[in-house]
């Protein structure tokens, strides 16, 4: 399989080097998981964007209230993908999901082939 359009388009706005090593995760994905691909969910982010994803679960002053609701802990101007210099990428097979399953031994493999590649993995 390919990287998919809606995955590269996203793709396109993202580091160069970025860029070419996802698409090489998504081909070592593919080969350790036939019939499965990672889909790009996440790529270039604007400065509001980051801003509402930080404040779920928290006040305007980024109190937490809620940490179930917290999907990051990077307020704005302090996220990598505010720079084109990160992408979160979910295995297709659990796109359809709620929740996307955090338990499945898929995110192990993608962690490890990320590591292996240089990339950082993060939540």
């Given at each position: 399989?390919a990287i998919d359009y809606?995955?590269?388009?996203?793709l396109d706005f993202v580091?160069?080097?970025?860029d070419a090593i996802v698409?090489?995760?998504?081909?070592?994905?593919?080969?350790?998981?036939?019939?499965?691909?990672?889909?790009?969910?996440?790529?270039?982010?604007?400065?509001?964007?980051?801003?509402?994803?930080?404040?779920?679960?928290?006040?305007?002053?980024?109190?937490?209230?809620?940490?179930?609701?917290?999907?990051?802990?990077?307020?704005?101007?302090?996220?990598?993908?505010?720079?084109?210099?990160?992408?979160?990428?979910?295995?297709?097979?659990?796109?359809?999901?709620?929740?996307?399953?955090?338990?499945?031994?898929?995110?192990?493999?993608?962690?490890?082939?990320?590591?292996?590649?240089?990339?950082?993995?993060?939540?």
């Amino acid at each position: 399989m390919a990287i998919d359009y809606i995955s590269q388009s996203r793709l396109d706005f993202v580091h160069p080097i970025l860029d070419a090593i996802v698409g090489l995760l998504v081909l070592d994905y593919e080969a350790q998981e036939p019939g499965d691909t990672l889909i790009v969910v996440q790529a270039l982010r604007s400065w509001s964007d980051q801003e509402k994803l930080w404040l779920q679960g928290r006040n305007g002053a980024g109190v937490i209230l809620d940490a179930g609701k917290v999907v990051t802990d990077a307020p704005p101007g302090h996220s990598w993908h505010e720079f084109g210099l990160a992408v979160d990428v979910v295995p297709k097979s659990l796109i359809g999901i709620r929740g996307w399953q955090p338990e499945s031994p898929l995110w192990k493999i993608i962690s490890n082939l990320a590591l292996c590649r240089g990339l950082a993995c993060g939540s």
